[in-house]
RNA sequence: GCGCUCGUAGCUCAGGGGAUAGAGCAGGGGAUUUCUAAUCCCUUGGUCGCAGGUUCAAAUCCUGCCGAGCGCACCA
């Protein structure tokens, strides 16, 4: 456990006491990074705040918060500016005192939340005998994200894969199944075949309706538990699995559970009749509804859980599995990660939560949708949805092609692997990096362009680390480095300074649940570090000053690994 | 009709009470006997959709309007 302080916290927990040594309340202290480097590098208002809440001058409090701030061993002395700004500018030995810390501390600098949660993230959740298509790739990005990033910052972090494996689909893809099977073609291509059975069927129910009785009863079939419909569900769900773990092992995506609807299928018909007796639902037009008539927006919009046939719904599965992971895990915290368009949705199951006694912090980590660049949701040509596996092979297909260009001389193998990495990466990061309610317009010159804010950018900073230390000699042992990092030059104080502030921006991802905060940050990394690598020679530096540059220089490629990392995003060692 | 989200440079986007609104791309100009130029430096470009309001301070918060997208009873 570290005790690391970043330098926010230090300066925050100054301003504090000047505060209270001034009789003014220390809620007034706030600490920000400046927007310009003229200005220093943080500051404050709590000046012109204080003086707001006390009718005063504001530069006169100004003035006395500066007589009466201790920060004589960090900063220099505080200027006063524009309204009432107190601005802060680090001292260059307080610099190389925290550099030095955050280069021995394993965490780099990140502290561990003071308040550990449990929290379950729901995301990604494809539909079983059907392809993961685009429309999967941002819940299942940014859920991965998420993840990592709260179990690194200490909370215990349960991912679930909320699985679509019970549904009226199953009716037409067990009838298909019987009638229509193409046994090669399963083993060969078990989704497109299973896609090919609903789809067919489909069409055939379309010229002849009376096919929708047999399908129907297929479906019955298998809710009533029949053996034989219920060995070609299992089947069903068992290759549809295969096929999903591939893309996740893919994009480098694991879950604690992957309790899919099925798991709740014995828990709805009680919910129904549980949610019925204590007047929470109600039967209206033969259907069973949840309505919130004191609810501002929600008066008009009931909350359907059981259809008239008897057929209960996406919303019901949806709370039980509520009351279920409740029950298991005691949630402090639960994030669905799922588009925009389902907002509606997710406001009426919190209510529902809310009426159901349930107190956790429920969120619906929502976001826009990936548009083609003609600004409608990207399709193929023929109107599909275009398959999750064809979109990650030509993100590796396209990266491929440009390694090949650059490195000529590398094997097969060490292209594919580098081309797979960059690709992926790429495609990620073009991703995560937006906020995440934009819509996406997706391009793939832009992701792999290589330049501006993209992943080939931040990785190529990593390789030039690396190349660095490959020509020591110093391949595997970079953070062996312990010789004190010398600030001497402006290029090596901005890369210090970014390097700190990483401690104070992870934590603030989760506010908001925005990875594009550490994808700026790592941004304004990669780009510091090209800065100080074309300003300050290191291995032709003179010795003190060459270990102080390669100690940065591995510090910086820590970070970069680790920030990626949180991010789902990996690193090649060439590129 | 009701609701949700969005509207910032030619394009793609940051910024979501704080100082003169920032990046990247595109346009213009420069740097390479290299530690990987997949880089760096300089530069042109803005009525933050419009109109009011709150505030010492508004791109940011509130109200209204305009425009775009999406969602609203038996799909998920």
Redesign the pocket.
């Known amino acids: 456990m570290s005790f690391y302080k970043t330098s926010q916290e230090i300066l925050t927990e100054r301003l504090r006491a000047a505060l209270e040594s001034m009789d003014l309340s220390p809620d007034f202290a706030l600490i920000?990074m400046?927007?310009?480097p003229?200005?220093?590098d943080y500051?404050t208002?709590a000046a012109?705040?204080a003086a707001?809440h006390h009718k005063k001058n504001?530069r006169e409090i100004a003035a006395q918060l500066v007589a009466h701030l201790n920060v004589a061993d960090c900063s220099e002395r505080p200027e006063i500016?524009?309204?009432?700004?107190i601005?802060f500018r680090l001292q260059k030995t307080f610099l190389e005192k925290k550099i030095d810390e955050l280069h021995r501390d394993p965490r780099l600098g990140i502290p561990k939340t003071p308040q550990p949660q449990t929290i379950i993230i729901d995301f990604s959740?494809p539909?079983i005998a059907k392809t993961m298509h685009v429309g999967h790739i941002r819940s299942t990005i940014l859920g991965e994200s998420l993840a990592r990033i709260a179990r690194f910052l200490g909370h215990q972090v349960i991912t679930d894969n909320h699985l679509?494996d019970w549904?009226?689909?199953f009716g037409k893809v067990i009838y298909g199944f019987k009638h229509l099977l193409n046994k090669e073609s399963l083993e060969k291509n078990s989704i497109q075949e299973l896609v090919r059975l609903y789809r067919e069927v489909n069409d055939l129910e379309e010229k002849d309706p009376r096919l929708k009785v047999s399908v129907r009863e297929e479906l019955v079939k298998l809710q009533k538990g029949d053996e034989e419909n219920l060995d070609i569900w299992k089947k069903v769900v068992a290759l549809s699995w295969q096929e999903f773990e591939k893309l996740y092992h893919v994009l480098d995506v694991s879950f604690d559970e992957r309790l899919g609807?099925s798991f709740y299928n014995n828990a709805l018909e009680p919910l129904v009749k549980r949610l019925l007796a204590k007047s929470i639902a109600q039967k209206?037009?033969?259907?069973v509804?949840i309505f919130f008539p004191h609810h501002p927006?929600l008066e008009?919009?009931?909350f359907?859980i059981?259809?008239?046939?008897g057929?209960?719904?996406?919303?019901t599965?949806d709370i039980a599995t509520l009351e279920y992971r409740e029950q298991r895990w005691h949630p402090d915290a639960v994030w669905y990660v799922c588009g925009?368009?389902?907002?509606?949705?997710f406001e009426q199951l919190f209510a529902v939560a809310c009426k159901l006694g349930l107190t956790s912090d429920f969120r619906h980590i929502?976001f826009?949708?990936i548009?083609g660049e003609d600004?409608k949701?990207m399709k193929t040509r023929s109107g599909e949805n275009i398959e999750l596996g064809s979109l990650l092979q030509e993100a590796i297909d396209r990266?491929l092609k440009?390694?090949n260009e650059?490195?000529p001389d590398s094997s097969d193998e060490e292209k594919r692997k580098?081309a797979t990495t960059?690709g992926l990466g790429a495609l990620k990061y073009s991703d995560l990096?937006?906020?995440r309610?934009?819509?996406?317009?997706f391009?793939w010159d832009?992701m792999l362009?290589?330049?501006?804010?993209t992943a080939?950018?931040l990785q190529?900073a990593y390789?030039?680390i690396?190349?660095?230390f490959?020509?020591e000699g110093l391949e595997q042992e970079e953070r062996k480095f312990s010789s004190p990092i010398l600030i001497t030059e402006e290029a090596e104080r901005r890369l210090v300074l970014q390097l700190l502030q990483f401690g104070e921006i992870i934590p603030s991802i989760l506010v908001d649940a925005?990875p594009?905060?550490l994808c700026?940050a790592l941004?304004e990394l990669?780009?510091k570090f090209?800065?100080f690598?074309?300003?300050?020679?290191?291995?032709?530096?003179e010795e003190s000053i060459k270990e102080s540059?390669l100690a940065l220089?591995s510090v910086t490629a820590s970070m970069l690994k680790q920030g990626l990392h949180l991010l789902g995003i990996q690193v090649p060692?060439?590129?």
């Open positions: 920000t400046t927007a310009d003229r200005f220093g500051q208002n012109m705040v707001k504001p500016a524009g309204a009432g700004f601005n959740s539909n679509g549904g009226t689909q609807e209206s037009e033969g259907a509804a927006t008009e919009k009931p359907l059981q259809k008239t046939d057929g209960f719904l996406y919303a599965t925009a368009p389902q907002q509606l949705h929502a826009g949708s548009l600004r949701m990266a440009i390694v650059r490195n580098i960059i990096m937006q906020h309610m934009t819509d996406v317009i391009s832009k362009s290589f330049q501006g804010n080939p950018y190529n390789v030039r690396r190349s660095i490959r020509k925005r594009n905060i700026l941004y990669a780009n090209h800065y690598y074309e300003h300050c020679p290191i291995l032709k530096s540059r220089a060692e060439k590129m």
